[in-house]
């Protein structure tokens, strides 16, 4: 039996760092291990333009700790009004690697997202034509859609029109929870990629909802039924190029999730590396998991492989704390129900 696995550093192609105490407290949970990491956009006030990623980039320097090396992959909160010639200017500068497209409404932070997709057009045929990628928050938002069907009917009615008519536009759909965005992604074989969390391998509905609400494994999208959890752990540890890991670690304190009407997110940034090496190790594919973690992400990106690795060890379970402190109050860490035998060493 392996109990050492030693992997190229890994990256997470989704991570919410937040901004101010909270963004001090959490940089450190994901530069420990990750090298990288694309950074969502969704700050209040958002960061739509070149110069507000650029300014966020160096906040989120001055939280990483003395010695550790992390470099934070900065994206654009697409909006009805974000001007071509910004996205252009900041992605040929190096400032920027994607941009975000949230659904107005759709999740957290998500009131300045894009109801008319037409009017983002110019802006999608921009980033089309110097290579840079999309990525989208596939729900729709329809007050009439079953907040379980919102993925599926956003893939039919929104995402297939739109790369279809814009062929040349990468896409990452991001956090997919359903078996259908499994499907529609390995349905094609060019430009579409998809992230998947380290949460929604391990949780169902169920976990959520059964013999009490728990508001720390509510995220959006939200959790589906167990067919549809299996079907993203058959995806993630296949091994194919076009799922790669995106945690959607997303802190919010406990007073903000453990409320009358809680905030959408899962913290998992610091132990993510255990619980995979725990999935991975269950579906006897641990052999899949610098693909999932380390290696398929930067391939669909057009970056490089990072060239440090890390080792994985197995034994006596992870001391995890349950929450981490923040200046602006505790935030729980991801409780994945199993005792973590691996930890990175
Ligand atoms: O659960 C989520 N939390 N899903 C998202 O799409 C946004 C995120 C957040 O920013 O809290
Ligand atoms: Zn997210």
Redesign the pocket.
């Known amino acids: 039996m392996t109990n050492t696995l030693t992997i190229r550093r890994p990256d997470d192609w989704h991570v ?1 760092l ?1 901004d101010g105490a909270v963004l001090k407290a959490v940089t450190p949970e994901t530069a420990r291990h990750f090298a990288r990491a694309i950074v ?1 956009p ?1 700050l209040v006030p958002p960061v739509v333009t070149g110069d507000d990623a650029a300014a966020y980039r160096d906040r989120i320097m001055a939280a990483v700790p003395e010695g550790m090396s992390f470099e934070p992959l900065m994206t654009l909160y697409l909006t009805e009004d974000t001007d071509p010639k910004d996205v252009r200017a900041a992605h040929s500068a190096g400032i920027v690697t994607a941009a975000k497209l ?1 659904p107005a409404g ?5 009131a300045s997202g894009v109801r008319d997709f037409e009017k983002i057009r110019p802006v999608l045929e921009t980033m089309a034509e110097i290579g840079m990628p999309m990525c989208v ?1 596939g ?1 729709v938002t329809d007050a009439e859609i079953d907040i379980f069907d919102r993925e599926a009917v956003f893939i039919d009615r929104v995402l297939d029109p739109l790369r279809t008519s814009i062929p040349q536009l990468r896409v990452i759909m ?2 997919v929870t359903t078996k259908d965005a499994v499907d529609y992604v390995r349905s094609n074989e060019e430009r579409l990629g998809a992230t998947i969390t380290t949460h929604h391998l391990i949780i169902n509905r169920n976990h959520m909802l059964v013999g009490g609400i728990r508001p720390h494994y ?5 959790a589906k039924r167990e067919t549809h959890r299996l079907a993203l752990v058959e995806a993630a540890t296949s091994g194919d190029a076009r799922f790669f890991l995106g945690t ?1 670690s ?3 304190v406990d007073a903000a999730k453990e409320t009358g009407c809680g ?4 913290f998992s940034a610091t132990n993510t590396m255990s619980c995979l090496a725990y999935v991975f190790e269950k579906e006897g594919a641990l052999d899949k998991l610098e693909a999932f973690a380390s290696l398929n992400g930067p391939a669909f990106y057009g970056l490089p492989a990072n060239e440090e690795t890390i080792t994985i060890e197995k034994g006596p379970a992870a001391a995890y704390p349950d929450k981490i402190a923040s200046g602006s109050g505790p935030i729980t860490l991801f409780d994945p129900g199993v005792e973590l035998e691996w930890r990175v060493v």
């Open positions: 919410h937040r969502m969704n949230y759709a999740t957290t932070n998500s928050h729900e991001e956090h509510y995220c959006l999208p939200v959607d997303a802190p919010h905030c959408a997110g899962v």
